[in-house]
């Protein structure tokens, strides 16, 4: 369990996962930003949601990357996950599949997680 942030400096244990035909499955919050420093720069971005005089960061903003691909390319199998019903059917592939699995967890880059929100006060 990564983001992408995280896990664009180093994506080739997919490759070596897939190489050994791994049953190993990694799950990618996919939302292009790093959204973690840009609430320690300014928390109220996600309050609202780049209105205003909020904005993320350059520097927190991500290239954009086709995950699908670079997963495919080097032998796992992606899932491209946007919504709960398709995670419930995305979950319920993985328990009958084999071989190295990215489930790519996209989600808005304003989303954040409430209760770290309620923390910084």
């Known amino acids: 369990l990564i983001g992408d942030g995280g896990f664009m400096n180093c994506p080739t244990p997919i490759n070596t996962a897939a190489s050994h035909k791994l049953n190993?499955?990694?799950?990618?919050?996919?939302?292009?930003?790093?959204?973690?420093?840009?609430?320690?720069?300014?928390?109220?971005?996600?309050?609202?949601?780049?209105?205003?005089?909020?904005?993320y960061e350059e520097a927190n903003l991500l290239p954009v990357w086709d995950w699908s691909k670079l997963a495919d390319g080097w032998g796992a199998t992606p899932h491209d996950v946007h919504t709960i019903a398709e995670l419930s059917t995305v979950l319920a592939k993985i328990k009958t599949s084999s071989g190295c699995q990215v489930v790519l967890l996209h989600n808005s880059k304003y989303d954040f997680p409430r209760n770290l929100n309620k923390s910084k006060k």
């Open 24 to 55: 190993i499955v990694y799950f990618v919050f996919v939302n292009q930003a790093y959204a973690i420093d840009q609430y320690l720069v300014d928390p109220l971005v996600f309050v609202d949601k780049g209105k205003d005089d909020h904005h």
